[in-house]
């Protein structure tokens, strides 16, 4: 009885065993093989520029309401940020990533990552000063002078180049280094802390507090951000794959900014599905806030009224390699932006730009 | 009289050189990390020198590492006078050693990331958060160096002095300092890469351009060829400081005799 016992466990390891070389078998080719499905473009994994909250909402839907699915995408994975997504998304270790023009520029300049943004959820981006109005008060650049300003060493480059598109030296200036805590601000440590309007702005003014903002996007450093970016390759290789991504993205996202119904969707998902295990927990009157804020200044434009979300007119490119010159980041539009697949897309389903 | 085996360190520096660079080959081809985000030796030498904007590269490099050897200097003094001053006094009063040394053991333990913002909350973030977080690397392990070497006066040594009417302060001088000048050598040459630890996590909370802050930067950028660089030069230095303590120390010590620092 024992052997067998024993004979049976031997068994079951190395059926454990098979099964395990299996699965890595099957995750070694998962690169190699994504269309494997007759009329689907494989799984799909996203890196996010942030933690899944609401900044997240049109992927949170896409996903809940099967618009990958319907694109043909298999099993989808979303992984949170803040990381570096460039090299994440430039390694292969997804497919597709959401980042900002300035990030995904210096990794192709400096590091000749080979990558282009195909798409853009936010139009404007969210990088604001935001101040408290009994403290700092910063309502143009010239308020700047003399204050003492929380910068995260990511943001230090992006901060510098916001001085020297409205004149000021950095001299005049106190940088103090600061993450991503609101706190110091709260506190009254620091005058102006660099935060996304979305965000740290609407988190502090939840709190109770009279916020102050200077977006960056109105001061001098427009650029788009939530921006879809991926490699040569998978543009080259596997162009489907990048128009369905961006059918499925561009769906999630009319839906999210839906209206009330729309923001409120978005930011239930954030809070009870999707950003569920984050610490400290999301508050939902915040990420709905977030959500509409979004919606409303970001996402939809004018241009976007006319030409369809996550487009970028000719206009928007020229102002973003105007702000990348400021920072110090030299680049052509051929070199950063390839729009060809999502006018394709918009071509073959007019009614996505509805 | 100078010895041959006084220039062992050169030797030793070579190999090391030798050894970091053959390991950074092979840690970059076996690991399989993506070329995109790895450098080579020859890379690093074509950034900072054959490069067309090398004139520049060099200067952003060398300027972070000035400050940063700036910082290192101000915790490696800083650190080593607080040591020796602290194992002198521990020395002569006893009492004060059996109070003090549990607790600077212990203290020891505590990572300086850890205390780092309770520093920067005391300190500010300018010269002296660096000057106390480097010094706070180097402090304690000096200390428990220096103040071992100057105990180990041999009770008959201590008794020549005073019968011939010397001191305490004599036994100190004369005997003590001479016979731990082996251990405070040991407490310079651990200090060197300790002070650099400490200046560089220092950096991190402070403004001013150092390797600290431009290792971080210039990761939000993507700038690799700059990242490595830094690593570079930052490791040179602390290798080159390293060898130039044990130089320092075997020139010395052949003074005292071809036994000093091995008895």
């Known amino acids: 009885m024992k052997t067998s016992f024993r004979h049976g466990r031997g068994v079951r390891v190395a059926a454990v065993l098979a099964a395990a070389a299996l699965t890595l078998a099957a995750c070694g080719s998962d690169s190699s093989d994504d269309t494997e499905s007759e009329d689907g473009v494989g799984d799909l994994t996203v890196q996010f520029s942030w933690i899944k909250n609401a900044e997240f909402a049109g992927e949170f839907i896409a996903d809940d309401k099967g618009y990958y699915a319907d694109a043909g995408f298999g099993k989808v994975n979303f992984l949170a940020g803040p990381v570096a997504q460039e090299e994440i998304v430039a390694t292969g270790k997804a497919d597709f990533g959401l980042s900002n023009a300035v990030s995904t520029a210096a990794a192709i300049v400096n590091s000749k990552f080979p990558l282009k943004i195909v798409g853009t959820t936010y139009q404007k981006n969210p990088f604001s000063i935001l101040s408290l109005a009994d403290k700092g008060n910063i309502k143009t650049p010239q308020d700047l002078i003399g204050k003492k300003i929380g910068v995260q060493d990511p943001n230090l480059s992006l901060f510098k180049a916001l001085l020297a598109a409205n004149g000021i030296d950095e001299d005049e200036v106190e940088i103090v280094p600061n993450g991503f805590d609101v706190a110091p601000l709260e506190d009254k440590q620091i005058d102006g802390l660099v935060a996304y309007i979305t965000n740290e702005s609407l988190l502090v003014k939840g709190h109770g507090f009279d916020t102050v903002d200077l977006p960056f996007a109105d001061n001098g450093l427009p650029f788009v951000a939530e921006s879809v970016m991926t490699t040569d390759d998978m543009i080259k290789d596997n162009p489907e794959k990048v128009k369905a991504f961006l059918e499925a993205e561009i769906k999630g996202w009319k839906d999210a900014c839906d209206g009330d119904a729309g923001y409120e969707e978005g930011a239930k998902l954030a809070v009870d599905t999707y950003g569920k295990d984050i610490d400290p927990p999301l508050e939902l009157d915040k990420e709905i806030a977030q959500a509409k804020q979004q919606c409303e200044t970001l996402v939809n434009t004018d241009e976007t009224a006319e030409n369809g979300l996550f487009t970028i007119s000719d206009q928007m490119i020229e102002d973003n390699l105007t702000s990348l010159k400021a920072a110090g980041i030299d680049i052509t539009a051929d070199q950063l932006f390839d729009l060809s697949l999502l006018d394709e897309l918009l071509k073959e389903k007019p009614e996505l730009a509805e | ?263």
């Open chain 2, 1 to 263: 009289m100078i010895r041959l085996s006084t220039f062992r360190p050169l030797m030793n520096l070579v190999f090391v050189l030798a050894a970091t660079v053959g390991a950074w080959y092979a840690l970059v081809s076996w690991t399989g990390v993506s070329e995109l985000t790895t450098r080579l030796p020859q890379d690093v030498v074509a950034y900072l020198f054959t490069a067309d904007e090398a004139g520049e590269n060099r200067s952003a490099v060398l300027g972070a590492l000035a400050q940063t050897c700036l910082d290192a200097g101000i915790g490696f003094v800083a650190g080593l006078t607080a040591a020796t001053l602290l194992a002198t006094v521990m020395v002569l009063f006893g009492g004060i050693e059996a109070a003090t040394m549990p607790v600077v053991m212990i203290l020891r333990t505590v990572p300086l990331v850890a205390l780092a913002p309770v520093i920067t909350l005391l300190f500010g973030n300018g010269f002296w958060c660096v000057a106390v977080m480097s010094g706070i690397v180097v402090l304690f392990p000096a200390l428990v160096t220096i103040s071992f070497g100057l105990r180990s006066v041999t009770p008959q040594m201590h008794d020549v002095v005073s019968v011939y009417g010397g001191s305490t302060w004599d036994v100190l001088r004369r005997v003590a300092f001479p016979t731990a000048l082996p251990s405070i050598f040991a407490a310079i040459r651990i200090s060197v890469p300790g002070a650099i630890t400490g200046a560089l996590i220092a950096e991190y909370f402070t403004t001013t351009d150092s390797v600290g802050k431009a290792v971080n930067t210039s990761l939000a950028l993507y700038q690799y060829d700059q990242l490595w660089s830094l690593i570079v030069v930052v490791t040179l230095v602390s290798v080159l400081g390293y060898s130039l303590a044990q130089l320092a120390e075997n020139v010395v010590l052949a003074r005292y005799g071809k036994d000093a620092g091995r008895a």
